[in-house]
């Protein structure tokens, strides 16, 4: 069993920053991608990006492209998610989910975090 833990979210003010943190207890060598999807309340889950740590080839949501990013650690079994130019909308619970193979298909996801409760607000 895979086992993934969020960290790094927050209350942040409109057009504020944050990196979100997701660790893994298996090796990135056994988990060939890593999507961050986020969940408003009362609204259903949306895929944010993925991205495959084999050869570092992210998918953007239309809604964050430009805005964020991610980046690996495969030796720390981390991946990274930086935030930018937060907008209210972006509030939600946000989750890493592990895809064994790495093909970023909605339906490969195996393994889910507990997510982080990121927060827009003035």
């Known amino acids: 069993q895979v086992k993934l833990v969020e960290s790094g979210g927050g209350l942040v003010q409109p057009g504020g920053s944050l990196r979100l943190s997701c660790a893994a207890s298996?090796?990135?060598?056994?988990?060939?991608?890593i999507g961050w999807f986020r969940q408003a309340p009362g609204k259903e889950r949306e895929g944010v990006l993925c991205i495959n740590v084999s050869d570092g080839i992210t998918y953007y949501a239309d809604s964050v492209k430009g805005r964020f990013t991610a980046s690996r650690a495969n030796a720390k079994n981390t991946v990274y998610l930086q935030l930018n130019s937060l907008r209210p909308e972006d509030t939600a619970v946000y989750y890493c989910?592990?895809?064994?193979?790495?093909?970023?298909?909605?339906?490969?996801?195996?393994?889910w975090g507990q997510g982080t409760q990121v927060t827009v607000s003035s």
């Open positions: 298996a090796s990135t060598l056994d988990i060939y991608a």
């Open positions: 989910a592990t895809d064994p193979w790495g093909g970023c298909r909605t339906d490969d996801f195996t393994y």
